[in-house]
T-cell receptor
């Protein structure tokens, strides 16, 4: 069964550094998402992406965040200048079509900012 | 801004059925109800979704109230592997699924 893949599984970075989290959504899916989960807290929506542009974003997704689909397969989340509070699990997800499709999640990237 | 209500936790015994309730009184007529679960240290995993009719798949059944203001996820024979946080959610706005706190399900051997 096709799946969403995320790399790396764990990323450690220093405060103020830029990080790029990578995702390969399922190939025929059209909508892409990033979520994050701070340890012990709920899964939070960050951004949705369709047709090469952001369709919705949360208040968490400020100017420090950006997303890109640089080619036909990858979907990336960039954090320009990481803060300690960016430490979390980041999940990529994709969906084939709306609204009658399930959302498929990757296994996540654990970002640790020191 | 999650618009569903679930009990914080539930407990059941192995090999017994489990009924997980959810209230979604503000759901619109065209929103599908989705259920996901999150096993420890893993990403959310799709369980089932439906619109009006009851739905069955290999993982679970979904019973949707006639007025669509509530639904129940049914695990027919719980196993220890079903211990997870279960989320009942629906799309808000055009394209986002917003997760609430979910129900933490504990399965006793």
């Amino acid at each position: 069964e096709p799946e969403v893949t995320q790399t790396p599984s764990h990323q450690v970075t220093q405060m103020g550094q830029e990080v790029i989290l990578r995702c390969v959504p399922i190939s025929n899916h059209l909508y892409f998402y990033w979520y994050r989960q701070i340890l012990g807290q709920k899964v939070e929506f960050l951004v949705s992406f369709y047709n090469n542009e952001i369709s919705e974003k949360s208040e968490i997704f400020d100017d420090q965040f950006s997303v890109e689909r640089p080619d036909g397969s990858n979907f990336t989340l960039k954090i320009r200048s990481t803060k300690l509070e960016d430490s979390a699990m980041y999940f990529c997800a994709s969906i084939e079509h709306l609204p009658n499709s399930p959302l498929h999640f990757g296994n996540g990237t654990r970002l640790t900012v020191t | 801004d999650a618009k569903t209500t679930q009990p914080n936790s539930m407990e059941s015994n192995e090999e017994e059925p489990v009924h997980l309730p959810c209230n979604h009184s503000t759901i619109s007529g065209t929103d599908y109800i989705h259920w996901y679960r999150q096993l420890p240290s893993q990403g959310p995993e799709y369980v089932i979704h439906g619109l009006t009719s009851n739905v069955n798949n290999r993982m679970a059944s979904l019973a949707i109230a006639e007025d669509r203001k509530s639904s129940t996820l049914i695990l027919h024979r719980a196993t220890l592997r079903d211990a997870a946080v279960y989320y009942c959610i629906h799309f808000q706005g055009a394209q986002k699924l917003v997760f609430g706190q979910g129900t933490r399900l504990t399965i006793n051997p």
